[in-house]
């Protein structure tokens, strides 16, 4: 049980559509990131949150946005969407980010399939 | 900028038998290192980690990673596997100064009985 709970867990959208997932992060973390995770592949850095604020972002094109709420909660955000976004979407909070190597709690994902 | 090479995409073991995943790493600077687990179905947990001092690192489950900087490797063993260890293992690496997580493409370990 790391603390960190994501919504919904599965869910099927259509090619073009929108889809917003949320995640509830451990209290007191103030950073949230989150990766994606292609079938048979390693998570990827989308981006991440710290105090409200986006303070890096992968290699991933801006219909890709996110939101950090001061009660701990996040969403990640995904504009015109294509078949290859399907994947796992995994939320992972720390105090700090991995500034001194603080560690790094994932939620269990939410599955996206684009149909 | 930082990558995980995971050597080995499948490790099939006998159960109690031992096991060594192996994992390398590239970068220029000084880095974290990281061992992963996910079980079918599941998100990710950590299994150990090596941020600095002592090589050798253990996890409460049995693992043990040892970081060889000459090498750049961060290899992943267990002396005697059980049936409950199969799960896919992520070796992620990051950058000291607050750089995000980078993974390798995992290891799915299975182990027979």
């Known amino acids: 049980e790391t603390g960190v709970t994501q919504s919904p867990t599965h869910l099927i959208k259509t090619r073009g559509q929108q889809v917003t997932l949320r995640c509830s992060s451990q209290?007191?973390?103030?950073?949230v990131s989150w990766y994606q995770q292609a079938l048979g592949q390693g998570p990827q850095f989308i981006f991440q949150?710290?105090?409200?604020?986006?303070?890096g972002r992968g290699n991933f094109p801006p219909r890709f946005s996110g939101l950090q709420f001061p009660n701990y909660s996040s969403e990640l955000n995904v504009n015109a969407l294509e078949l290859d976004d399907s994947a796992l979407y995994l939320c992972?909070?720390?105090?700090?980010?991995?500034?001194?190597?603080?560690?790094?709690?994932f939620g269990e994902g939410s599955w996206l399939t684009v149909v | 900028a930082q990558s995980v090479t995971q050597l080995d995409s499948q490790v099939p073991v006998f159960e109690e038998a031992p096991v060594e995943l192996r994992c390398n790493y590239s970068?220029?600077?000084?880095?974290?290192l990281f061992w992963y687990v996910q079980y079918p179905n599941q998100g990710l947990q950590l299994l150990l980690k090596?941020?600095?001092?002592?090589?050798l690192v253990e996890s409460i489950n049995g693992f043990e990673a040892e970081f060889n900087k000459s090498q750049t490797s961060f290899h992943l063993r267990k002396p005697s596997v059980h049936i409950s260890d199969t799960a896919e293992y992520f070796c992620?690496?990051?950058?000291?100064?607050?750089?995000?997580?980078?993974f390798g493409k995992g290891t799915r370990l299975s182990v027979i009985a």
């Open positions: 992972a909070s720390s105090l700090g980010g991995t500034h001194s190597g603080n560690t790094i709690y």
């Open positions: 209290s007191g973390h103030n950073t």
């Open positions: 949150y710290y105090r409200e604020e986006e303070n």
């Open positions: 970068s220029s600077v000084s880095v974290y």
């Open positions: 090596y941020l600095s001092g002592s090589t």
């Open positions: 992620a690496v990051s950058e000291w100064g607050n750089t995000p997580l980078v």
